[in-house]
């Protein structure tokens, strides 16, 4: 079993997104230490990918803009190595199966475990395939997150029952991004899931305000943000971290 | 790890690698077509669509001037660019519109790289009734700015990608974007063998009528087998087309082409079989040209319809197992061959097309007399002439 569940001990959970290496190391390293300092109780690590077909445009800027400043997989690990000896919260990586697979997916899965990260979330990998990487994911003890969609219906009992860590559900049709309202009937998506486990539900996609974290907080066990925290690394580059740091304080206050 | 074996593989390729959004969709496609491919309804209406509308079957043409000239093998040509919309794209499309139609789909989406399968989806939709949205990177809406405006004309709205190398695959990346957001109503109508399960095996069984005629109309005119079949490769669909009622015929040898751009030995490639290595992209497993840590190169060809960095999953298998073998051939090779059958069977291939239309003019002087090779035209060149003109140097305007 890994950390993830230390982060849904004290209360609801907030969980920013942040893309590894945009616009370079050290300011996601600082972006990282904000997010610790206001109250973040997990860390989704985005390992960029060239081709992220389920993101939306602001992330996929910051990709761009990551792999253009020369960011790699072996300069992430590198990154997570110095975040741990400051950081103690649970991290786990968002990124793509080709990103895990060309690296070898055990030598991949064990280096997650040897610096420190305690799960794994791949857009691309749904149920039917996670055989690709689940056995690494349990020999090495990193959860390999689940994620289930407004779409996902009759599948939601057999997702949730395999569920680890905590089970990513998706609010929204699309791709990931700022939405101004979020229409799915996440209620009745959620009481499936609990009908099924007890692994914690965190929502993510299209939220980005504090009245929309609250709304989602009463239904579920932590809220995701990415696009909104991505965005002020878009606008404010290197001098994003501490506007990272306040707007996170805003959004863990709406929650608790 | 365990070798599972599972629907929708060929070999370790293919699979589902997708986001959970879509594999509702994916799971509706799969058991829709799982029905209608044995609904003698359905093939009825299909066989109409391709005999009364597509101009199938097409003519498997003995180009003797050619083989002449060739001094060596037989060369027939199977004359997909003779179709209705100029290329094999109208086949799938035909197959796919007609399935989305009886699953109560009333919008097309589709990527496209030269514009053929745009055009092709373009055409289905204004023949069936249905909205149609075509995404295209927009490096090609202006290599091939005409077919843009054939689509416009069939009432399509083409939708320029602007996202990463702008070309074929950031379209089929949007495409996928745009169908996460929108599955009640709309159908992705792929283009090619490529994609996730079930698109590779519904691509390439609408396609599959390419090599069910070749085999019917050379016993006909021969008597016997071809000796080799060949087509151009990007995501292969026309490739598997012409391959596939071959595949047990072990005595007839497949050959894929591919794009090899400036050469193999350069960056500005998109021979994937001989460049790239195993990955997982677009929702499947097999081929990709891609960097150390896996992503997706920037690959390069003359033709838009070529310029993918990934292959389908059942060519990356028919590969791995011998049964097909995959050439590259380059830009220069291409434009050649390109000027070369026009001048010498009066027929104008699509720069795709002229891949293997290239590598006929390698082998088949190397070849008996008596043996006979098969060269799919996947498509006609008019939509080609402006570029070409341009990479001689000489500036027309469309």
């Known amino acids: ?256 | 790890m365990k070798n599972v074996t599972k629907e929708g593989r060929f070999g370790i390729h293919g699979g589902q690698y997708i986001p959970e959004t879509l594999m509702n969709a994916v799971n509706e496609l799969t058991k829709a077509y799982e029905f209608y491919k044995n609904d003698p309804e359905f093939q009825k209406e299909l066989s109409d669509l391709f005999n009364n509308y597509a101009n199938r079957p097409s003519l498997l043409y003995y180009a003797e001037k050619m083989t002449k000239d060739l001094g060596g093998a037989k060369i027939y040509l199977k004359r997909e660019d003779l179709n209705h919309t100029g290329a094999h794209k109208i086949n799938n499309v035909l197959g796919q519109a007609l399935l989305a139609k009886k699953m109560g789909k009333t919008r097309l989406i589709a990527e496209t790289g030269a514009g053929q399968h745009g055009v092709a989806t373009a055409t289905a939709a204004a023949l069936m009734g249905m909205e149609c949205v075509v995404f295209m990177g927009e490096e090609d809406t202006k290599r091939q700015a005409l077919n843009v405006y054939r689509m416009r004309l069939l009432g399509a709205t083409v939708i320029p990608v602007t996202t990463g190398t702008k070309t074929l695959k950031d379209a089929v990346s949007e495409a996928m974007r745009e169908w996460t957001t929108r599955v009640e109503d709309t159908h992705y109508c792929l283009g090619s063998v490529m994609g996730p399960h079930p698109f590779p095996t519904i691509v390439r069984d609408f396609q599959a009528v390419i090599s069910k005629e070749i085999k019917e109309q050379m016993l006909e005119k021969e008597g016997r087998l071809p000796d080799v079949v060949m087509a151009c490769v990007g995501g292969g669909s026309n490739a598997i087309g012409s391959f596939y009622h071959f595949i047990d015929d072990k005595e007839v040898q497949l050959i894929g082409c591919e794009a090899a751009g400036r050469g193999i030995d350069t960056f500005e490639t998109a021979a994937t079989v001989n460049t790239g290595k195993l990955g997982i992209f677009h929702g499947m497993k097999s081929y990709f040209c891609q960097d150390e840590y896996g992503q997706i190169a920037p690959v390069y060809s003359i033709s838009a319809g070529l310029d993918y960095p990934g292959v389908g999953p059942e060519h990356a298998h028919l590969h791995d197992i011998g049964r097909a073998s995959y050439v590259p051939v380059t830009d220069d090779e291409a434009v050649n061959a390109f000027e070369y059958l026009s001048r010498t069977e009066g027929i104008i291939p699509a720069i795709e097309s002229s891949h293997a239309i290239a590598h006929a003019m390698k082998i088949a002087p190397t070849m008996d007399k008596d043996k006979i090779i098969v060269v799919t035209v996947s498509g006609r060149g008019d939509k080609d002439c402006a570029a070409i003109a341009r990479y001689r140097g000489e500036d027309i305007h469309e």
């Open chain 1, 1 to 256: 079993m890994s950390n993830i569940y230390k982060a849904f001990e004290n209360g609801k959970a907030f969980i920013p997104f942040i893309t590894c290496g945009d616009p370079d190391t050290d300011t996601t390293y600082n972006a990282v230490l904000e997010a610790v300092k206001n109250g973040a109780d997990l860390i989704e690590l985005g390992i960029p990918f060239s081709d992220p077909t389920a993101e939306g445009p602001v992330i996929q800027g910051a990709n761009i803009r990551a792999l253009a400043g020369g960011i790699t997989t072996d300069k992430v690990f590198d990154l997570v190595r110095k975040i741990r000896k400051e950081v103690t919260i649970p991290l786990v990586f968002m990124t793509y199966a080709n990103v895990v697979f060309s690296y070898g997916s055990e030598r991949f899965i064990k280096t997650c475990s040897e610096i420190g990260i305690d799960g794994l979330i791949i857009p691309d990998i749904p149920y039917e395939e996670k055989e690709e990487f689940e056995p690494f994911c349990a020999q090495y003890d990193v959860d390999l997150i689940s994620m289930i969609a407004p779409t996902s219906e009759d599948r939601i009992a057999m997702i949730a029952k395999e569920a680890k860590g905590f089970i990513y559900v998706v609010s929204s049709m699309g791709v990931t991004g700022m939405r101004s309202g979020i229409t799915t009937d996440l209620n009745s998506v959620i009481g499936k899931i609990r009908e099924n486990t007890d692994v914690p539900c965190a929502i993510g996609f299209g939220i980005s305000n504090p009245s929309q974290a609250k709304d989602m907080s009463k239904l579920a066990d932590g809220v995701i943000v990415g696009s909104a925290i991505v965005k002020l690394l878009e606008q404010y580059g290197t001098d994003a971290p501490s506007k990272i740091g306040s707007f996170i304080g805003e959004m863990k206050d709406a929650i608790r």
